[in-house]
């Protein structure tokens, strides 16, 4: 089973948008945006999740993946 992964960097970079402005647009605390940003969360506030998916037009499935592990090593 693979582990969740958040695409919040990649769509973020990919739109010219910074971790501050979209805090500061969806009005939720930076530190809890920057953590999903760096993919550092144990686990994924649903409201956090909901304003961000509205706030960029995507789906959860956009915002968050499930990458497979590497068993090569």
């Given at each position: 089973?693979?582990n969740?992964?958040?695409?919040?960097?990649?769509?973020?970079?990919?739109?010219?948008?910074s971790?501050?402005?979209?805090?500061?647009?969806?009005d939720?605390?930076?530190?809890?945006?920057?953590?999903?940003?760096?993919?550092?969360?144990?686990?994924y506030?649903?409201d956090?999740?909901?304003?961000?998916?509205v706030?960029?037009?995507?789906?959860?499935g956009?915002?968050?993946?499930?990458?497979?592990k590497?068993?090569?090593?």
């Open positions: 089973m693979g969740v992964h958040s695409q919040l960097k990649e769509i973020l970079d990919k739109r010219g948008l971790i501050r402005q979209v805090a500061r647009d969806i939720y605390r930076f530190e809890s945006v920057r953590q999903l940003y760096n993919d550092e969360n144990k686990a506030p649903r956090l999740l909901h304003r961000l998916c706030y960029l037009n995507v789906t959860p956009d915002l968050l993946q499930i990458k497979e590497d068993h090569s090593e």
